[in-house]
């Protein structure tokens, strides 16, 4: 009797709108993302072994390149809480968890993760992710400011960037293997594609 009465709501995507404060309060067994309130689960088995060697290829080339400065990387699961307004728990709808982010702003930092945009998101794609990083995330990411967005598409071995220019995101053209890629938010910083994908 003692557990059900102290058991926390189950969250259900198809309807409600949920807050961070909600976000929480629930002791789940998968990662959830609120995106504008809706809840968006992760997906039940763990990330495919390409995902995971392009993640460590990717932040260990952007750790070696910070490190020493004031921007730092962090990887999922890890909270960015992106505010409209009032950095209140009861006010933030949206909570996302990116494959990889840049945070140059410590005052951004708390002990929760991110408050407010990272200078860069890196999102690697999975199977039945692609609406929610492509049309969802896309369009909080660069309504919240985040100053670059990176898509890479693992089986395709691509690389496609957006660059927010007053407000809206640029899309650069599609990379691939042969490809330097460079950053507009961390400058001088170069990632060679072939080291990358030819690693997996």
Known sequence: MEKSKDKVKEPFSAYGSYSYADYLSWQ???????????????????????????????VTR?????KGGSCKVYTAPFDVRLPDSSRKHKDIDTV??????????PEKL???????????????????NNKKELQLKYAVYE???????????????????????TGNYRPSRLYTMGDRVMSEVLLGFELDLDEVFGEL
């Open 28 to 58: 789940l067994d998968e990662m959830v993302e609120l995106i504008r309130g809706k809840v968006f689960r992760q997906a039940a088995a763990a990330p495919r072994r390409i995902h995971e060697e392009l993640t460590v290829a990717l």
């Open 62 to 66: 952007i750790h070696g390149y910070l």
């Open 96 to 105: 996302v968890q990116p494959d990889l982010c840049v945070v140059c702003n």
């Open 110 to 128: 708390d002990e929760l993760g991110c408050v407010g945009a990272p200078d860069l998101v890196i999102e690697i794609l999975s199977p039945g």
């Open 143 to 165: 309504a919240s400011g985040v100053k670059e967005y990176w898509v890479i598409h693992p089986d395709e071995r691509t690389l496609l960037i957006y660059t927010l220019e």
